[in-house]
């Protein structure tokens, strides 16, 4: 079974500085997504970044940007130019590549709980 | 387009009654899934549905736990006789065939008294 871990249970940021989340995972499986959901205070899970494991390019949507390693499972993510409204909880999740066998559901970390410092 | 739409966004229930979580997905979606997040944790997945059919209910509790996506109306968790222990946000998500993306709703929190 494939499992996610998070190392940081908290992380905190200033404002406009970068801060980077750490994620690793292990899966036996050779094709996979991984995403980054973040978790405001109001509780709604927010897809901010998906990367594709057969794609070698990292990720990036604006300020956000993930450090995909491979051989090393690891899949972090970095903010840039960190914002007030940046924090929140945020969770690393896999998912199988494969549909069969009912494998589309999530897996997730336990998340890091980022805070941002005005 | 409307997002995916989870209600009650609050329930509280006694010990031994019932909690029915209700789910709509997003327009188009054909696939729905149910996770429970208990308080510092993660999600955890619970069950995966599409239209009147279960697909992966692996994470579902074998008792009093179960899980509908009729053809017509909203996705349902049903739990019975809840205990102390169901209290949890419980999360809905959706999404189209063949697409790797999972839209969330904005949960239900779950308070067994």
């Known amino acids: 079974a494939q499992t996610v871990t998070q190392s940081q249970p908290e992380m905190s940021v200033q404002e406009a500085e970068t801060v980077t989340l750490s994620c690793t995972y292990d899966t036996s499986e050779s094709d996979y997504y991984l995403f980054w959901y973040k978790q405001p205070p109001s509780r709604q899970m927010i897809l901010v970044i998906r990367q594709e494991a057969y794609k070698q390019q990292n990720a990036t949507e604006n300020r956000f940007s993930v450090n995909f390693q491979k051989a090393a499972k690891s899949f972090s993510l970095k903010i840039s130019d960190s914002q007030l409204g940046d924090a929140a909880m945020y969770f690393c999740a896999y998912r199988s590549f494969s549909t069969q066998g009912g494998s589309e559901k999530l897996v997730f970390g336990k998340g890091t709980k980022l805070t941002v410092n005005p | 387009n409307a997002g995916v739409m989870q209600n009650p966004r609050h329930l509280v229930r006694r010990r031994g009654q019932e909690a029915r979580l209700r789910c709509s997905p997003m327009?188009?979606?054909?696939?729905v899934y149910w996770y429970r997040q208990l308080p510092e944790e993660g999600l955890k997945f619970m069950v995966y549905l599409q239209k009147e059919n279960i697909i992966d209910e692996s994470g579902m509790p074998k008792e009093r736990f179960s899980a509908e996506f009729p053809k017509e109306g909203p996705s349902i968790l049903r739990i019975q006789q809840v205990v102390r222990g169901d209290s949890a946000a419980y999360f809905c998500?959706?999404?189209?065939?063949?697409?790797?993306?999972?839209?969330f709703g904005a949960g239900t929190r779950l308070s067994v008294l």
């Open positions: 998500a959706s999404s189209r065939q063949g697409e790797n993306i999972q839209y």
């Open positions: 327009k188009g979606h054909s696939h």
